[in-house]
């Protein structure tokens, strides 16, 4: 059967749906492209922000008519909501009238099961009922335990290959919904996460990422992420190792030091600060005080000259007021990031902010202050990519520029955009590029022959 499988959200969520094509491919499943020609659609969602649930609705209302006219003519349409959503909303999502199956992050084993059952149980409805009824399959239970340690995700082709190092979350930030969809932290095997790299090596991959809802909580007999990251980027054929994300509150400078000596560990962290007013923060159940935040970012710079920063920003959180606007602007100013993901508050349902706090700031009002704040954003990051205008930068090719014939685009350490005139080298080559133009997300060169002194940009 052909499955058609759609990734909203993050990149764990990425990484999931990797390991849901390995768990279904043995089992006779094809992955297809087409919509049109798929019998089981798949869509891995994300629940973090109300857009992303605006989205996953959207979606599932586009598939009614389809789901309609392959009941008429008697054809199989089995469609599954995966991933975080599901895990959450399951009640809802029950409802929808295209909706068969409902399986959560850790329950991904049990999709080849669970779908001959909705396809068993669809037969003998037509059969009774004439398509009136839909068969609906639940599986949403949280685990202590599972981390897929054992299954090799089917990657997709590129550079970068993400490398889930655990799952979970224990932080329990009161606007975040993910220790309820993801449960508690449990961490995988230096061993086992050592040999998935081993294997991405060998299948050329020159870039890995390792993903964590917190990766600093990582521990594994003993080991540290500082100690893991350390191994990774000692593998044979990876040139580059990223990592997200980090939380302010515990991060450790064993971790900034290995970043800073390894040549491999790119010298790039993003570093949520979420909100610059420690009202606010405690009010997030955050744990790191302005003053705190701020302190790392000094050491960070300190410890790791010409250290990339980036950082989420949450505008619009209840009782936010215009002095605790002003207090992040404030911060951003100072940290001067390299870039920002700043997003407006909005609600999710079994959070302690939806339990505690009503969302009381107008939308009006969050959308000036966002605004704001991405203007203010938007000047910093020009600036420092007009500072790097004259110097040669190392970048991975990533590939042919989609929107300019004749130009390739690859990634600074750290992990700018930056175009290039084509090399005549392939995705993964490692080439230094002399910057002659600044845009505030871009940066454009051409290719020179020096060496590169660092991989610090």
């Known amino acids: 059967m052909k499955v058609f499988l759609e990734t909203y959200g993050c990149q764990m969520n990425e990484y999931d749906s990797e390991l849901v094509q390995s768990i279904l491919r043995p089992q006779g499943y094809e992955m297809t492209g087409s919509l049109e020609e798929a019998e089981v659609v798949l869509i891995n969602t994300c629940a973090i922000r109300e857009n992303a649930h605006r989205k996953i609705y959207g979606r599932l209302d586009l598939l009614r008519p389809l789901k309609i006219k392959m009941a008429k003519e008697k054809k199989l349409f089995v469609v599954g909501v995966l991933g975080c959503m599901a895990q959450n909303l399951k009640e809802i999502l029950f409802e929808h009238p295209v909706v068969n199956l409902i399986v959560g992050p850790d329950n991904y084993r049990a999709l080849p099961i669970l779908i001959a059952k909705v396809i068993q149980d669809d037969g003998r409805e037509k059969e009774r009922r004439n398509f009136t009824l839909r068969p609906i399959l639940i599986a949403a239970d949280l685990s202590e335990y599972e981390t897929y340690s054992d299954i090799a995700p089917t990657r997709v082709e590129g550079v970068?290959?993400?490398?889930?190092?655990?799952?979970?979350?224990?932080?329990?930030?009161?606007?975040?919904v993910v220790p309820y969809t993801r449960g508690r932290e449990r961490s995988r095997s230096v061993a086992g996460i050592l040999e998935e790299v081993?294997?991405?090596?060998?299948q050329g991959y020159?870039?890995?990422?390792?993903?964590?809802?917190?990766?600093?909580?990582?521990?594994?007999?003993?080991?540290?992420?500082a100690d893991l990251i350390l191994k990774v980027a000692d593998v044979p054929g990876i040139r580059r190792v990223r990592f997200t994300s980090p939380h302010p509150k515990d991060f450790p400078e064993p971790l900034l030091e290995a970043v800073a000596r390894h040549p491999h560990i790119c010298k790039h962290i993003h570093l949520p600060l979420q909100s610059g007013s420690d009202r606010v923060l405690d009010l997030m159940n955050r744990t790191y005080s302005k003053k705190e935040y701020l302190d790392l970012v000094e050491k960070a710079r300190r410890i790791i000259p010409g250290a990339a920063l980036t950082t989420d920003i949450i505008v619009g959180f209840p009782s936010e007021t215009e002095a605790d606007h002003l207090e992040?602007?404030?911060?951003?100013?100072q940290a001067r990031f390299d870039s920002a993901f700043i997003f407006k508050y909005s609600e999710r349902k079994g959070t302690i902010a939806s339990k505690k706090y009503a969302d009381d700031v107008p939308a009006d009002v969050k959308t000036d202050r966002i605004v704001r704040l991405y203007d203010l954003q938007h000047r910093i990051s020009l600036q420092k990519n007009r500072e790097k205008t004259g110097k040669k930068l190392e970048v991975m090719i990533e590939g042919p520029a989609e929107k300019k014939p004749?130009?390739?685009?690859?990634?600074?350490?750290?992990?700018?955009?930056?175009?290039?005139?084509?090399?005549?080298?392939?995705?993964?080559?490692?080439?230094?590029v002399e910057i002659n133009e600044a845009s505030p997300n871009t940066l454009s060169g051409h290719?020179?022959?020096?060496?590169?002194a660092s991989c610090f940009s």
Request: glycine share 12%.
């Open 447 to 452: 290719a020179v022959p020096s060496p590169v």
């Open 160 to 176: 970068n290959a993400w490398v889930a190092v655990m799952r979970g979350c224990d932080n329990f930030c009161s606007f975040c």
């Open 206 to 225: 020159r870039q890995v990422t390792l993903l964590g809802q917190n990766v600093n909580s990582y521990r594994h007999e003993g080991d540290t992420f």
């Open 198 to 202: 081993r294997r991405l090596a060998d």
């Open 328 to 333: 992040t602007a404030g911060v951003v100013e």
């Open 406 to 432: 004749n130009y390739q685009i690859g990634k600074s350490d750290g992990n700018t955009t930056v175009l290039f005139p084509e090399t005549g080298l392939g995705p993964g080559a490692l080439i230094s």
